[in-house]
Nanobody, 117 residues
Framework: VQLQASGGGLVQAGGSLRLSCAASGRDFSINVMGWYRQAPGKQRELVAAITSGGGTNYADSVKGRFTISGDNAKNTVYLQMNSLKPDDTAVYYC????????????WGKGTLVTVSS
């Protein structure tokens, strides 16, 4: 499974961005898709994830500001990020758990999100 992410960029604090990630490949079923992020000098952390059944999970730091959604027909996941803060600055990675795995086993290239104060 290949993951192609898009939508990163530079935004002022309080602004919004929408990330997209499309999965492609042959004969696969996706169980979970999600977004992780890694800020300079910090470990990669889960931002949000969504299951094929629509269940979601968010990091406490983004609850109420970020919304993850998915389009199963298009194998695409979106991350709507509102009320962005400088602390949200990071490289955001799309990930997916597919086949028989329910842990992330595919990763996309990161997309940089920079929030200026």
């Amino acid at each position: 499974v290949q993951l192609q992410a898009s939508g990163g960029g530079l935004v002022q604090a309080g602004g919004s961005l929408r990330l997209s990630c499309a999965a492609s490949g042959r004969d696969f079923s996706i169980n979970v898709m999600g977004w992780y992020r890694q800020a300079p000098g910090k470990q990669r952390e889960l931002v949000a994830a969504i299951t094929s059944g629509g269940g979601t999970n968010y990091a406490d730091s983004v609850k109420g500001r970020f919304t993850i959604s998915g389009d199963n027909a298009k194998n695409t996941v979106y991350l709507q990020m509102n009320s962005l803060k400088p602390d949200d600055t990071a490289v955001y990675y799309c990930s997916a758990a597919w086949g028989s795995s329910w842990t992330m086993n595919s990763w996309g290239k990161g997309t940089l999100v920079t929030v200026s104060s």
